[in-house]
């Protein structure tokens, strides 16, 4: 593990990685949520460097100006369509608050509105997650909170902020709503001040990993029940055309009752139809599938199974499958090495891993072959099958007679 964090392997939350391949926004104007739409569609730093790829042809008549797009604005121009549109899986929109009034309590502890601070919980180059308390319910909130002056001063990538990553995973989260998914409850923006706080539910467990080590690792019936609640929540992010992009045991949380929740989506994108092909590198070196190693142009979905495969690995084994003394050197290993795997290893274990770790993508497995298969079935049987709430209307007309049980996120 020494090793990983090295690497810069597991930074709480995920904010310690350097994302690429990116656009720069404007830094001299305030950056409220509310505005959010208003700054994404703000003039960006053209730079036709190579970064960009060549979309559809603007609507000019002549046919001859094109419109040059980077990926990360394709993400958001999709996200804001969507909501827009009314296009989520929330049955309630997530809160917007657009003034902040930061003070004390009676006994000298920092609040945020109705948010009283009890203790850091993680942090990195982006900003720093803190436990609240909310006064009105006495729930517990994981708060993400962000210096927007910093987010805009922040090059990431040659022609690109940090802000654009926190923007995309707001605006991401924003439609998002499954059990094994985090929820993001608020954002709180007010555009006369600094700080900016996206207040998420917090899950009172562990990381999926935790406890896992030689010999064992969690062990079979733990990964079983772990995994099938990773391929729920992925299933569901790839049905709605979204990449997470840094499927990882530090970003996979574990309720108190053992259920698995994906969170961090400051590295995810979206993407139209079935065109999942991605310019920018994944999130974290140790989880990349090779192809990601190879050069900037991956498949989305194929490049998240391979990361849950390796989640896995990491579940039974305790260690990484594919792990060298540099990065360069990790590259090498998840590009030419062999997967080893004890002899002695459940067979049809086995047979998972070496489908979720193929080396060719277009051999790996997919995650629907992964719900189907018999390892992943077990004695629960096949894995619940959750009807978004944007596709309600299908559950009221398409289904009849009672024999199909669907669940209503």
């Known amino acids: 593990m020494e090793k990983v964090k090295e690497l810069g392997c597991c930074g709480c939350f995920g904010f310690s990685f350097v994302r ?19 700054l994404l569609n703000d003039d960006m730093e053209d730079e036709r460097d190579g970064s960009f790829h060549k979309g559809n042809m603007s609507d000019t008549g002549n046919g001859d100006d094109f419109d040059f797009r980077s990926p990360t604005k ?18 309630f929109p997530v809160k917007g608050t657009h003034n902040v009034v930061r003070s004390e309590d009676d006994n000298g502890n920092k609040t945020i509105n109705e948010y ?7 942090a990195g180059s982006y900003g720093k997650v803190i436990l609240y308390r909310s006064r009105l319910d006495g729930s517990h909130y994981a708060i993400k909170a962000f210096h927007k002056s910093h987010l805009m001063k922040l090059r990431v990538a040659p022609s690109e902020t940090a802000m654009t990553d926190v923007f995309r995973e707001i605006l991401i989260m924003k439609v998002l709503s499954h059990p094994n998914i985090v929820n993001l409850v608020e954002v709180i923006d007010d555009p006369t001040a600094d700080h900016l706080y996206m207040v998420l539910e917090y899950v009172d467990g562990k990381w999926i990993c935790e406890g896992a080590g030689p010999p064992g690792g969690l062990g079979e019936e733990t990964a079983r029940k772990y995994l099938r609640d990773v391929v729920s929540g992925l299933m569901y992010l790839h049905a709605h055309n979204i990449v997470h992009g840094d499927i990882k045991p530090d970003n996979l949380l574990v309720t108190g009752s053992g259920t698995v929740k994906i969170g961090d989506f400051s590295v995810s994108q979206v993407f139209e139809d079935d065109n999942d092909e991605l310019h920018r590198s994944p999130g974290t070196p140790v989880f990349n599938a090779p192809e990601c190693c190879l050069g900037p142009n991956y498949h989305g979905k194929a490049a998240d199974t391979w ?20 990065l360069q050197d990790t590259y090498e290993k998840i590009v030419n090495s062999p997967l080893l795997l004890p002899d002695e290893m459940n067979p049809l274990l086995k047979n998972l891993l070496e489908g979720l770790l193929c080396k060719d993508p277009r051999e790996r497995m997919t995650l629907e072959n992964v719900a189907q298969h018999a390892w992943v079935v077990g004695d629960e049987g096949p894995l619940p099958q959750y009807l978004c709430w944007c596709k309600r209307d299908r559950l009221q007309t398409g289904v009849s007679g009672g024999s199909r049980k669907d669940t209503i996120t």
Do not use: W
């Not at 690429?20 to 208003?38: F, G, Q, Y």
């Not at 990361?307 to 540099?326: H, N, S």
């Open 20 to 38: 690429n391949t990116k656009k720069v926004m404007r830094p001299s104007r305030a950056t409220s949520n509310d505005t959010c739409r208003e």
């Open 74 to 91: 394709r993400s958001e121009e999709i996200l804001m369509y969507r909501l827009q549109h009314g296009l989520i899986c929330r049955e």
């Open 116 to 122: 009283v601070r009890e203790r850091k919980i993680g």
């Open 307 to 326: 990361a849950v495969g390796v989640t896995l690995y990491c579940m039974v084994m305790g260690k990484y499958p594919f792990l060298g003394e540099t």
